[in-house]
């Protein structure tokens, strides 16, 4: 493939499982490249078989560690894995600060692994803008499970539900997480509770804690309470577990309205996401932004009066044209087993 490949050539090398094509692609979507759209409408109609599971919690609890024994054991059961890690980025190039540390900590892996740093470039939620067109690119390469992993940025943690099937929130006795977890919401948005580190002192307590504070609220989804399991990701015990778990947790979704549900829900966010990025972008470019921005300032336009104005800008510009999209399969629709 050239360096000057077409969208269409390098989406042919995606949905081929060719791992240059999916490397390149998602250096494509992440730097906002000008085929990047086109690229990902073409590979779109092939996305919705993959099992994505984001892994979340503060930094310390060794999310990596557990990231990458999930990433072996699902390995070692014939499934092909994506693992993507977003990191916090650096403030002079914008790039994955803590980048190497994935691989570093990953071990030797085969060609049914791949795994991608991403930065966040800011992006709240422990996230980045692109993850979930990277999820996209990976589920369409054939990834059996996309495995991702946030930031560890606190409160806002809870964005990982618009991308992933099942939230595996990340805990470890001693660092106060289950007391800081339950004032961040973080509780309320897992699926699956792990209090990794389970060999240190203390996370006894923490299970049993973590079980009483579930017990108090009410469940996210009413058929599935979420279990509290116990890990130590450094020396492989509990990993099988979790992932005995994960597949209950899938099987639950594909078996109930509640799994529907969701992947409506992640429709609607993720449409939304789009709206508004695409409405940003235009809206910068129209040139009335900083004329208007300046009148808010100097209290010539209230901020409701400028938006109102900036729409008016927009309902006059002409509609983009499209292509037509390819015809969607069911899967494209809905979350579907493998």
Do not use: C
């Not at 980048?99 to 740093?117: A, L, N, T």
Request: hydrophobic content about 40%.
């Amino acid at each position: 493939m050239t360096r000057a490949a077409r969208p269409d050539q390098l989406a042919e090398g995606v949905l081929a499982g060719d791992r240059r094509a999916l490397a390149r692609a998602i250096t494509w979507v992440e730097n906002r490249h000008p085929g990047a759209d086109e690229l990902l409408r073409r590979i779109y109609p092939h996305t919705g078989r993959a099992h994505v599971v984001g892994l979340t919690g503060a930094p310390g609890v060794g999310k990596s560690t557990l990231a990458a024994a999930l990433a072996r054991h699902l390995r070692d059961t014939g499934q092909r894995v994506g693992l993507v890690a977003v990191d916090p980025s650096s403030p002079f190039t914008g790039g994955a600060l803590l980048g190497d540390r994935i691989r570093f900590s990953h071990g030797p892996v085969d060609d049914g692994v791949f795994f991608r740093s991403l930065a966040s470039r800011g992006q709240v939620g422990g996230l980045s803008r692109a993850t979930g067109d990277v999820i996209h690119l990976l589920d369409a390469a054939g990834m059996d499970t996309v495995l991702v992993e946030t930031v560890g940025a606190g409160q806002s943690e809870v964005e990982i539900m618009r991308y992933a099937h099942t939230v595996v929130v990340v805990l470890a006795p001693g660092l106060g997480d289950d007391v800081q977890a339950a004032k961040a919401g973080i509780l309320e948005a897992g699926d699956i509770l792990v209090v990794n580190k389970a060999d240190q002192p203390g996370a006894s307590r923490t299970v049993q804690e973590l079980r009483q504070m579930l017990d108090l609220g009410a469940p996210r989804d009413p058929g599935w309470k979420p279990p509290v399991l116990e890990a130590a990701a450094t020396a492989g015990t509990g990993v099988d577990e979790l992932v005995r778990t994960l597949r209950r947790h899938r099987e639950h979704l594909e078996s109930t309205a509640a799994g529907a549900l969701r992947h409506r829900w992640q429709a609607e966010e993720a449409l939304r996401q789009q709206v508004l990025a695409r409405l940003w972008e235009r809206l910068k470019a129209g040139g009335r932004w900083d004329e208007l921005a300046r009148a808010v300032a100097g209290r010539q336009l209230s901020p409701g009066e400028a938006a109102e104005r900036l729409l008016a800008f927009l309902r006059q510009e002409p509609a983009r044209p499209g292509p037509a999209p390819p015809g969607a399969t069911p899967d494209a629709l809905r979350f579907h087993g493998t």
